[in-house]
């Protein structure tokens, strides 16, 4: 069973640049649809992006489209989240989600992903 964990949460201003990465093991990744999710205290987990399997095709949340680039990374068995021109409304926790089968009609939903990595955080300041 596929294992993931997070990196590269941290600290930005208003405006600024973030990676995050979320690195695999136990399985290939390619072969997993894959999510972001983010969760701001008090507030419910919500979409950000996936990508299907095999690339197959990408989605994005409204809010984040135009601003955010989900990418794989094969040879390193990694999926990251490219977030640009950052306001504080992105502060929140992300998580990458994995499941070999999500489909084009569900990728929003988080109960579909059955793998979960620890979360990162990603604080976006004035």
């Known amino acids: 069973q596929v294992r993931l964990v997070e990196s590269g949460g941290g600290s930005v201003q208003v405006g600024g640049s973030l990676r995050v990465s979320c690195v695999a093991s136990?399985?290939?990744?390619?072969?997993?649809?894959m999510a972001w999710f983010r969760q701001a205290p008090g507030k419910e987990c919500e979409f950000v992006a996936a990508m299907r399997q095999n690339r197959a095709g990408t989605y994005y949340a409204d809010s984040v489209k135009g601003r955010f680039t989900i990418s794989r990374d094969n040879a390193k068995n990694t999926v990251n989240l490219q977030m640009s021109s950052l306001v504080p409304g992105d502060t929140a926790n992300y998580y990458c989600?994995?499941?070999?089968?999500?489909?084009?009609?569900?990728?929003?939903?988080?109960?579909?992903?059955?793998?979960w990595g620890q979360g990162t955080q990603v604080t976006v300041s004035s």
């Open positions: 989600a994995a499941d070999p089968w999500v489909g084009s009609l569900l990728y929003q939903e988080h109960t579909q992903y059955h793998t």
């Open positions: 136990g399985d290939i990744l390619s072969s997993y649809d």
